[in-house]
């Protein structure tokens, strides 16, 4: 047994040593030159490459949201680099969601300057909502914010704005039709109504209710006693990440926090634009090629978490 670790041992050691050798190398004595860093709509300015974005931003008095002095604990310092920002480093895949990736969001604490680059700054307001709709915002990291009310409209606008139902009406009314000489209409309009919005709003229950002549109450039982209904909107692409036995032992642990991350999301939400609901399940059925999800009706198995990404992308 030895025989097989001292060699193991050996080789990781020379591969730690040559890494830190590298970015020591990197750190003194690489030579990028004059750099020029555009900030789209603002400023230019040319620095010496070789330092973190939020470096030179602080040394240039551009103000940039940071609350942990550039360790990457604190997600704040988010920018959208056009061009050149290299690879995304481990230390920033936590803070940053699939649609950051997508756009070219990266940690201005984290990319190194060695080439031109051209940045957008996203304005301060935006980067507070962000850092809420994420969730990344930490007390504990003496920042502290009020959004204020008009970024959600006037309240008595909103009073006053009554929510045209008419559309929503039709549909269900044509469900009710379909149903409605059945032995038992509930259910199928329920499932319909359920499978046309992803959901089932609230209201509709008050009009299959009326419709159908059955007591609110009753319809209110069915459709919170069924799990096949949900009262939360859901999305376009329902996520179900198996955590029976078979999968949770082969890694159907690690495949949800892959798409928690990926998505931005906790399992039982749904992002916000309403692409993809996150969703556990006790066992699809295929315990065979476990660790297994499924997307709609397509199942997928014998799943590591790197496949995750390009799976989402058929959707
Ligand atoms: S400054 Fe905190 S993550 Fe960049
Ligand atoms: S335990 Fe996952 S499919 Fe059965």
């Known amino acids: 047994m030895t025989e097989f670790i001292t060699p193991i041992i050996v080789l990781s050691s020379i591969s730690f040593f040559l890494s830190t050798l590298l970015v020591l190398a990197d750190k003194f004595f690489a030579d990028y030159g004059e750099c020029r860093i555009t900030i789209t709509d603002e400023k230019e300015f040319?620095?010496?490459?070789?330092?973190?974005?939020?470096?030179?931003?602080i040394a240039n008095n551009i103000n940039i949201p940071s609350s942990c002095g550039g360790k990457a604990t604190c997600g704040y310092c988010k920018i959208k680099v056009l061009n050149d920002g290299g690879p995304i480093l481990p230390t920033e895949r936590p803070f940053l969601t699939r649609e950051d990736k997508n756009i070219g969001i990266r940690l201005a604490c984290q990319v190194k300057v060695k080439n031109d680059?051209?940045?957008?700054?996203?304005?301060?307001?935006?980067?507070?909502k962000n850092i809420v709709k994420n969730r990344l915002y930490n007390p504990k990291l003496l920042w502290s914010f009020k959004i204020a009310n008009q970024m959600y409209g006037n309240p008595e606008d909103r009073k006053t704005k009554k929510k045209d139902n008419s559309d929503d009406?039709?549909?269900?009314?044509?469900?009710?039709e379909e149903y409605k000489d059945s032995a038992g209409p509930l259910v199928p309009v329920l499932l319909n109504v359920?499978?046309?919005?992803?959901?089932?709003?609230?209201?509709?229950?008050?009009?299959i209710s009326e419709e159908l002549n059955i007591p609110l109450s009753l319809v209110s039982r069915v459709a919170t006693f069924y799990n096949a209904f949900s009262f939360k909107p859901r999305g376009k692409n329902i996520i179900k990440v198996c955590m029976g036995t078979s999968c949770y032992v082969?890694?159907?642990?690690?495949?949800?926090e892959t798409l928690e991350e990926e998505l931005g999301v906790k399992v039982g939400e749904s992002t916000e634009d309403l692409k993809y609901t996150l969703e556990t399940v006790n066992c699809?059925?295929?315990?065979?090629?476990?660790?297994?999800?499924?997307?709609?009706?397509?199942?997928?198995?014998?799943?590591?978490?790197?496949?995750?990404?390009d799976i989402l992308d058929r959707y």
């Open 284 to 309: 699809i059925g295929c315990c065979g090629q476990s660790p297994v999800m499924s997307i709609n009706d397509d199942i997928y198995g014998y799943l590591n978490h790197n496949m995750i990404y």
């Open 169 to 176: 009406k039709a549909i269900i009314y044509a469900a009710i």
């Open 250 to 256: 082969k890694g159907g642990k690690k495949i949800l």
């Open 46 to 57: 040319t620095v010496r490459g070789g330092q973190t974005i939020l470096s030179y931003f």
């Open 194 to 207: 359920n499978s046309t919005f992803n959901y089932l709003p609230k209201h509709c229950l008050g009009y």
């Open 117 to 128: 680059m051209e940045i957008h700054m996203p304005d301060f307001l935006e980067t507070v």
